[in-house]
């Protein structure tokens, strides 16, 4: 019973954290595309 318990609770802490790093991941993206666009429409004006 505990041993079932501790391996749904790893599963669902390694989902977590693997959902954390995957959305730390799009934000970096993200904020990286914001970057260049203001790059870009610095550079067109």
């Known amino acids: ?18 959902t954390i790093s995957l959305f730390k991941k799009l934000e970096c993206r993200i904020s990286f595309k914001e970057v260049i666009n203001s790059v870009w429409n610095s550079r067109n004006l």
């Open 1 to 18: 019973m505990i041993e079932l318990f501790l391996k749904r609770f790893f599963t669902i802490e390694t989902l977590k954290n693997n």
